[in-house]
Nanobody
């Protein structure tokens, strides 16, 4: 059973940075993709970025526009999301997820962490 634990969320001012971490444990061999998603109050969960665990190829939501970077440390079984130039509209609960298909559609991910909150003040 795969478990994901996120950390690194917090409160920052607009323009600031945060690095989120997602540590995986358990059997992950069939999880080809790791992703970060977010959900703001009253809104649907949306994809932020994904990374193919086998080769490291990445995919980002258009609105990220170079501000965020997803990366992985396979030795530590950890995926990161570095978020720069944060905006108040980035305020949300951020979730890490694992699945078999690298898509920004959360439908393709079947293992989820508990989430870590990010609050960006203006």
């Amino acid at each position: 059973q795969v478990q994901l634990v996120e950390s690194g969320g917090g409160s920052v001012q607009a323009g600031g940075s945060l690095r989120l971490s997602c540590a995986a444990s358990g059997y992950t061999a069939n999880m080809n993709c790791m992703g970060w998603f977010r959900q703001a109050p009253g809104k649907q969960r949306e994809g932020v970025a994904t990374i193919y665990t086998g080769g490291g190829s990445t995919n980002y939501a258009d609105w990220v526009k170079g501000r965020f970077t997803i990366s992985q440390d396979n030795a530590k079984r950890t995926v990161y999301l570095l978020m720069n130039s944060l905006k108040p509209e980035d305020t949300a609960m951020y979730y890490c997820a694992a699945g078999g298909v690298c898509s920004l559609n959360p439908h393709w991910f079947n293992v989820w962490g508990q989430g870590t909150p990010v609050t960006v003040s203006s």
